[in-house]
């Protein structure tokens, strides 16, 4: 299995353009991120395909 992002690393979703934090990989190039959602004020966790994020700037 490729892994192009290490644990605790912050990269950037091409969906929609946020900056998220690398959790952990979960299986088959899925990776768990999270992020802090404003408006609600609290941490979000998601699970994203990889090649759907990029190293953020």
């Known amino acids: ?3 192009l992002f ?3 690393e912050r990269v ?3 969906i929609d ?3 998220v934090e690398v959790l952990k990989y979960i299986k088959n190039n899925f990776v768990e991120v ?3 959602d404003l408006e609600a ?3 979000r966790t ?3 395909k990889e090649d759907k994020l990029s190293k953020a700037a």
Do not use: A, D
Request: hydrophobic residues 30%; without cysteine.
């Open 1 to 3: 299995m490729r892994r």
């Open 6 to 8: 290490r644990k605790g």
């Open 12 to 14: 950037r979703s091409k």
């Open 17 to 19: 353009g946020k900056v």
């Open 34 to 36: 999270k992020w802090f």
């Open 41 to 43: 004020k609290e941490v």
């Open 46 to 48: 998601n699970k994203i």
